[in-house]
T-cell receptor, first 110, second 112 residues
Framework: TQLLEQSPQFLSIQEGENLTVYCNSS?????LQWYRQEPGEGPVLLVT?????EVKKLKRLTFQFGDARKDSSLHITAAQPGDTGLYLC??????????FGTGTRLQVFP | DVKVTQSSRYLVKRTGEKVFLECVQD?????MFWYRQDPGLGLRLIYF???????EKGDIPEGYSVSREKKERFSLILESASTNQTSMYLC???????????FGSGTRLTVV
């Protein structure tokens, strides 16, 4: 069974702090994606990384794909309350299907 | 704005009822998926479909069936609802996995 483990499971921080979320697997993925889900809504795609070692930035969010394409990280600089939500990583295991990580629930307090 | 639309945001059904959850996408995507999401268990795939009239079982298909008569519509059916099917149900569509999934807003189903 292919698994994507995320850590930490929960994160509660003050506005302005930095944080990193990790997504790890023993499987190699053709791409890895990060989603954010707000309460009562479906997940929304933030970014897709494809190449080993790739780094993508989306404003205060930095995403990195591991060199071996088995792991990824999401770093948020100067977190804001609007960053609150459930963050999910997802790896493409074939051309049509993703497997989703276990999720990291982030709460940012003003 | 591209969309995946789920017919209901909230549903309350009685044990034993037949329940239909509808999902429509306007992006001409080949692939459609049904997940359920429960605290501590993450997203679990129920069924998916690669094309019209085609379906594949996911990780937890028991107690569910699906229908895809048209490319844009993928329906999830609970043949006889049970309380352990109380959950958040999410529909998604995609062209290719590497392009990402577009999710609907979800249906929160309560079976009493």
């Amino acid at each position: 069974t292919q698994l994507l483990e995320q850590s930490p499971q929960f994160l509660s921080i003050q506005e302005g702090e930095n944080l990193t979320v990790y997504c790890n697997s023993s499987s190699v993925f053709s791409s890895l994606q990060w989603y954010r889900q707000e309460p009562g809504e479906g997940p929304v795609l933030l970014v897709t990384v494809v190449t080993g070692g790739e780094v993508k930035k989306l404003k205060r969010l930095t995403f990195q794909f591991g060199d071996a394409r088995k792991d990824s990280s999401l770093h948020i600089t100067a977190a804001q309350p609007g960053d609150t939500g459930l963050y999910l990583c997802a790896g493409a295991i074939n051309t049509d299907k993703l497997i989703f990580g276990t999720g990291t629930r982030l709460q940012v307090f003003p | 704005d591209v969309k995946v639309t789920q017919s209901s945001r909230y549903l309350v059904k009685r044990t034993g009822e037949k329940v239909f959850l509808e999902c429509v996408q306007d992006m001409d995507h080949e692939n459609m998926f049904w997940y359920r999401q429960d605290p501590g268990l993450g997203l679990r795939l129920i069924y998916f479909s690669y094309d019209v009239k085609m379906k594949e079982k996911g990780d937890i298909p028991e107690g569910y069936s699906v229908s895809r008569e048209k490319k844009e519509r993928f329906s999830l059916i609970l043949e006889s609802a049970s309380t352990n099917q109380t959950s958040m149900y999410l529909c998604a569509s995609s062209r290719l996995a590497n392009y990402g999934y577009t999710f609907g807003s979800g249906t929160r189903l309560t079976v009493v």
